[in-house]
């Protein structure tokens, strides 16, 4: 028998994890546009610091809404893209880690 508030939970869920996602863009966006726009917050530490936000970008661009899919209901997508993700989320987050040891060893 299909239990009735399954798909409350699912929903309350997806709009939080959904709501996540959407600030993650918009604070990435909030860093980077100024950056790039006023000149003089061109510095060599702001430069690093867009580099992180960039990387924090893509992840929550490129990998976060299909995670979401997964996280909801199930992997919906074929193994090649399953296979992509995976490298596309490694790679973006070994970059912002990266970044922000660098970030670190800069300070």
């Known amino acids: 028998m299909p239990n009735p ?4 939970k699912h929903v ?3 709009l939080l994890l959904l709501s996540i996602i959407i600030l993650a863009i ?5 860093v980077m546009v100024p950056v790039a726009y006023v000149r003089q917050l061109q510095t060599s530490t702001n430069v690093v610091i867009v580099s992180l936000v ?3 970008f893509l992840l929550s661009v490129l990998t976060t809404p299909f995670s979401l899919v997964h996280s909801v209901d199930h992997w919906r997508f074929r193994e090649l893209f399953c296979t992509t993700h995976f490298l ?3 790679i973006l987050c070994t970059a912002s880690i990266l970044n922000l040891g660098y970030v670190v060893l800069d300070r």
């Open 12 to 14: 309350c869920l997806l």
């Open 5 to 8: 508030n399954r798909p409350k």
């Open 54 to 56: 960039t990387a924090d």
């Open 26 to 30: 918009l604070g990435n966006l909030l």
């Open 88 to 90: 596309l989320d490694f």
